[in-house]
């Protein structure tokens, strides 16, 4: 099974990825992406998935599972981000 090393990397990997989460939420409902600042998501988003690389170089499964997942995250939020910042600018 998983040493308590390895579970707590995936416990601490999972509080840090879902913490994404409720910006996702509130974001889509709201469908306001204003208080986003674009340099940020775009430079985080890089960040995780270097992690992401990283992990599978190294074969640590908290740092994959969590990157991943947060980078889907982060690469929704940009989404929504450039969604917004060019549709305003094209409206």
């Given at each position: 099974m998983?040493s308590i090393l390895e579970?707590t990397?995936l416990?601490?990997?999972?509080?840090?990825?879902f913490?994404?989460?409720p910006?996702?939420?509130?974001?889509?409902?709201?469908?306001s992406?204003?208080g986003l600042?674009?340099?940020?998501l775009a430079v985080?988003a890089a960040?995780?998935?270097?992690?992401?690389?990283?992990?599978?170089?190294?074969g640590?499964?908290?740092?994959?599972?969590a990157n991943?997942?947060?980078l889907c995250?982060v690469?929704i939020?940009?989404?929504?981000?450039l969604?917004d910042?060019?549709?305003?600018?094209?409206?």
């Amino acid at each position: 099974m998983f040493s308590i090393l390895e579970l707590t990397g995936l416990v601490a990997a999972s509080l840090t990825t879902f913490a994404f989460l409720p910006q996702v939420v509130q974001t889509w409902r709201s469908r306001s992406t204003e208080g986003l600042n674009l340099p940020m998501l775009a430079v985080l988003a890089a960040g995780i998935a270097l992690w992401t690389i990283y992990g599978f170089g190294t074969g640590q499964l908290p740092v994959i599972l969590a990157n991943s997942v947060t980078l889907c995250l982060v690469a929704i939020l940009l989404g929504l981000k450039l969604r917004d910042t060019f549709w305003r600018q094209t409206a």
